[in-house]
């Protein structure tokens, strides 16, 4: 069997957690969280190639598990494609300084979209 990539998907919205993961499922192997705190958790224990992060979430938001992810070693190099539907220049701004690949604005993406720019990203 090959060896999958991985990516975790860190997002409170179950409807859009679980349509992601279909979409992605054949292609990587698909990791989910529902807030920052249990992101951050799994980020760390499993290393991903590619973490797809929501900014509005319960218990840690996305700008402050980035930013704690950052701190760790293994953390500072993954990739990190922030899917949310801010579109306050502060936050991406604020995003973007934590070296996140990509920010994208939920409602102006579509499915298709994030999969393509994951598979650009991990050259798959």
Do not use: C, Q
């Amino acid at each position: 069997m090959e060896n999958k990539k991985k990516i975790l998907i860190v997002e409170d919205e179950e409807s859009l957690a679980g349509a992601l993961t279909l979409k992605l499922d054949d292609n990587f192997e698909v990791l989910a969280a529902k807030n920052g705190e249990d992101g951050l958790a799994v980020a760390l224990k499993a290393h991903p190639d590619l973490i797809l992060l929501d900014i509005v979430m319960p218990k840690m938001d996305g700008i402050e598990m980035l930013k704690k992810l950052r701190a760790d070693e293994w953390g500072k190099k993954v990739e990190v494609i922030v899917l949310t539907n801010l579109s306050d220049n502060e936050k991406v701004a604020e995003v973007l300084d934590n070296e996140a690949f990509e920010y994208l604005v939920k409602t102006d993406t579509k499915l298709e979209d994030v999969v393509t720019k994951i598979k650009t990203k991990l050259k798959v």
